[in-house]
């Protein structure tokens, strides 16, 4: 998955509108990085979104050690409903999934995610 980090929401949505028809319409070849799966933010909604307690989180699920929800947060020492509220926005944006086996509710990360802006030299 890839975050990309954009001034402005309403530019970079005519770019892919435009696109998107054209490709539609058969006038230009789909191509593999565009259609990869990327979440648009701009600055501020990237740091909302991104709170050092959710890179904590996101770290520690990664690593694929957890349970459940409330071992995570055992984990983190913080409140279960914390860790829940913002697993849930997490599995909204898509980075993280939720496997539910029985009672339990693990969550897990699919794709690792990446930042191109930050890793081009």
Not at 10 to 34: C, E, F, H, P, Q
Not at 52 to 57: A, D, E, G, I
């Amino acid at each position: 998955m890839k975050i990309e980090i954009v001034e402005g929401l309403s530019k970079k949505m005519k770019g892919d509108n435009a696109y998107v028809k054209d490709a539609i319409a058969g006038k230009t070849r789909i191509l593999g990085k565009k259609a990869e799966k990327t979440i648009v933010m701009t600055p501020e909604i990237f740091a909302k979104v991104f709170s050092p307690q959710r890179v904590k989180m996101i770290l520690r699920i990664e690593k694929n050690r957890i349970k459940n929800i409330y071992q995570l947060a055992k984990i983190l020492g913080r409140k279960y409903e914390a860790v829940h509220r913002d697993i849930k926005l997490l599995e909204g944006f898509g980075i993280i999934k939720l496997k539910k086996k029985d009672r339990e509710v693990k969550p897990f990360i699919e794709e690792k995610i990446r930042l191109p802006e930050f890793l081009a030299a």
